[in-house]
């Protein structure tokens, strides 16, 4: 299986630059952190226009023009081993017979609210 994976952090060790720099030549583009994490390479998708707003904070601090290809290359995933397959493969959610709640049946139990500041509140009051 193919995937991408982000080379930012190579880029920048390349060009003798840090997520320091970059983030602060991207600054009110994009944000510190998304600047850290991409060069970390610790994403799972990536915004085109924040991709695109990296290339052009890289472009201002290089003098050099900068494409996704720069950024970004396509890496093969290992298969599966056995034992993943197997993994994969079984089926997990067995059906359940119901519970037995005795001569009392299932208690009816009290309301639940979400109250935000407070959280989960249990009961009227």
Known sequence: MRAVELTLGRYLKAHGLTAYRLAEA??????????????????????????????TALEELTGEPVSPGDLLTAVTLPEPDAEAREWEAADLSPT???YDWGAAGEPEGEPVRYVPGAGFLVGDA
Do not use: F, H
């Open 26 to 55: 991207a600054r009110g583009r994009v944000s510190r952190g998304t600047v850290y994490a991409l060069a970390r390479g610790s994403v799972a998708r990536v915004d085109l226009g924040t991709l695109g707003a990296v290339m």
């Open 96 to 98: 359940l017979a119901p």
